[in-house]
């Protein structure tokens, strides 16, 4: 007789069976549903998933979570999704590290909920789930974008103690989080110069963050140590450089760059082209930014607006006009920004009816609402023009507020076309608004001196004296052999400034002698005309001109680059300078660029 397994055997195979066949169910179920959230493109499917998630039981599986929180962030859903994550009905106990990085690099990515990222981090370690090398680049990361030097600090430290601090991906990302911290930039070299091995990545992070902050000197002087350690730089390197030329006026040095781009067959995305037209029209050279873009097979909105700026900058108005006309039969569709390029082209042009036409046309053709910056190229190009009272009605019926800029540039023209009494009566305003703004009370003080009110303007110089403030004194840097020099407005520093000085003495005696009468309305203090003279005759841009003409050939064209807007007397001292010395000189301001040849510079006077 055949003997029969025994009860606990036969419900042992049973419980066996019965497993083998949910698991594989359930693992049916898994593949089912990644595949359908992988087809998922819209809002609307992804609900419906969540619902069939629900249904088959897997509101728990950190795989299928993971890949439902991928998806919602592709559709602009990460919220939504952290929402139904977080939801009482999910067991959060399966939770892994996958889910969380997962989570947190979502809100990383995001504009406006960086801070989330933060959050679900500190979450992440209060469930006790370990991060690895994958999760600090998303939160470090997110620190960038708030910009808190002290939390980016304790997430370093937290890198630190977890050992993470030798995995380049994770040290490249900090050097970005430090170089987007306000007063970071020390820590993310310290951090850069400690890295055990170098990539082209993190060199590009600290190049791009000296220029980010400004320090475009530092980031070109890194560039060089860069090609002597024989790290090849790369796409990003190059754009973080071509905006340091841009901040230096630089323009050999771009020249430089372009040609190494070619040489060693960099990679010219869009973004690249981009940045080399950029380059070229900021430095000067604005006919080879505009070859460059006729010569690209591939264009996009920035593309177009790089080269109307260019022409905007340069004043040549009627270009830019032609060039954005040309873009919409192209079938581009201006944005906002292009038409701030445009309407400064009108500004920089003196095209007042054709910039009254495209700023109405911007809503009635194109759906496009004005901005503050569009108002103010509005009140810019009317205040150029001289329609100071056209000027100041179209800030009246603004339908927003209009900021210290509009009303900085109202004063400029009321200063500059004799409306004396309405530009002390707005600065006065605007000091109120903004009592802490050195140029409020500079402009005041001017505006006094064109009044000859000199009891006034010396209480306006009191009243700074008081406050902690002076005027920002104008810098300017001109590029010579390779390097880049900078003059300070009475400059000693420069181991020549002697012969310098002795140069803009001899200058003065020329162009005195062809005609030039200084302008010293604009020194601050009530003395007497020989010695303001002297005062405006140690302009920066003076120096670096004066320079410049020691240290160049006759006829070399002159390209210098100033911080401040340039003042009404070295303009006019430029162009007797032009004419007597034969020179052309390429002056790039606060504003826009003057072209001066034989006497005669390309703004006409409207800048």
């Not at 609900?47 to 795989?63: A, C, R, T, V």
Request: hydrophobic residues 40%.
């Amino acid at each position: 007789m055949q003997h029969l397994p025994s009860k606990s055997k036969l419900f042992h195979s049973l419980h066996t069976s019965l497993s083998l066949s949910l698991t594989s169910k359930n693992r049916a179920a898994e593949q089912n549903c990644l595949s359908l959230l992988q087809l998922c493109d819209s809002l609307p499917k992804l609900l419906q998933l969540q619902s069939h998630i629900f249904k088959l039981g897997l509101q728990s599986n950190p795989l299928v979570l993971t890949k439902f929180t991928s998806i919602s962030s592709e559709l602009n859903a990460i919220a939504h999704a952290s929402s139904f994550i977080f939801s009482p009905y999910v067991e959060t106990h399966y939770f892994d590290t996958f889910l969380f990085n997962t989570i947190i690099r979502s809100y990383a990515v995001t504009s406006y909920f960086k801070d989330n990222a933060l959050c679900l981090y500190g979450k992440m370690l209060s469930y006790g789930i370990w991060p690895n090398k994958f999760t600090y680049p998303f939160v470090l990361k997110a620190c960038a974008g708030i910009g808190e030097l002290k939390l980016g600090q304790t997430v370093h430290g937290s890198v630190v103690k977890l050992g993470f601090d030798d995995d380049s991906h994770v040290l490249n990302t900090m050097i970005h989080m430090y170089c987007c911290c306000d007063g970071g930039v020390e820590y993310g070299r310290k951090v850069f110069d400690e890295m055990p091995n170098w990539d082209s990545v993190g060199w590009s992070a600290m190049i791009g963050g000296y220029v980010r902050w400004g320090l475009s000197s530092e980031a070109v002087g890194l560039f060089r140590e860069m090609q002597v350690v024989g790290i090849e730089p790369d796409e990003v390197t190059m754009v973080c450089l071509l905006s340091a030329c841009i901040d230096l006026g630089a323009l050999e040095l771009g020249k430089w760059l372009e040609a190494y781009i070619e040489r060693e067959n960099v990679p010219k995305s869009v973004v690249l082209w981009n940045a080399l037209i950029d380059m070229f029209a900021k430095c000067g050279d604005v006919d080879k930014a505009l070859s460059l873009f006729r010569s690209m097979s591939r264009r996009n909105i920035v593309s177009w607006t790089s080269v109307i700026d260019g022409m905007a900058m340069h004043g040549r108005g009627t270009e830019a006009v032609s060039l954005f006309e040309e873009m919409k039969n192209d079938g581009v569709v201006p944005d906002g920004v292009s038409f701030i390029g445009l309407l400064t082209a009108c500004s920089h042009s003196a095209l007042v009816e054709q910039g009254k036409g495209y700023f109405y046309s911007m809503t009635k053709e194109f759906g496009i609402s004005p901005k503050i910056e569009h108002y103010g190229c509005m009140v810019d190009l009317l205040c150029r023009a001289g329609h100071v009272q056209e000027a100041l009605d179209f800030v009246k019926r603004m339908p927003i507020k209009p900021n210290p800029v509009i009303w900085r540039t109202l004063i400029t023209a009321c200063r500059a076309h004799g409306e004396l009494t309405i530009g002390e009566k707005i600065t006065k305003e605007l000091i109120k608004y903004e009592p802490m703004h050195e140029s409020n009370y500079v402009m005041l003080s001017n505006i006094y001196a064109k009044m000859f009110s000199w009891e006034k303007k010396t209480m306006i110089r009191e009243v700074m004296a008081k406050k902690g403030m002076r005027k920002v004194p104008g810098s300017t840097m001109i590029e010579l052999y390779n390097k880049i020099y900078e003059f300070v407005s009475g400059d000693k520093s420069h181991s020549e400034y002697k012969i310098i000085h002795q140069m803009v003495d001899d200058i003065g005696k020329e162009i005195r002698k062809a005609g030039f009468v200084a302008s010293t309305s604009e020194v601050l203090l009530d003395i007497d005309e020989e010695d303001k003279e002297g005062a405006v005759n140690r302009h920066s841009e003076k120096l670096a001109i004066a320079f410049a003409l020691m240290k160049t050939p006759p006829g070399t064209p002159i390209r210098i680059v100033k911080n401040l807007r340039v003042c009404e007397d070295c303009h006019s001292a430029t162009k007797f300078i032009s004419k007597t010395y034969k020179r052309e000189i390429l002056v790039r301001d606060r504003n826009r660029f003057h072209r001066f040849v034989d006497g005669v510079c390309s703004c006409k006077d409207f800048w």
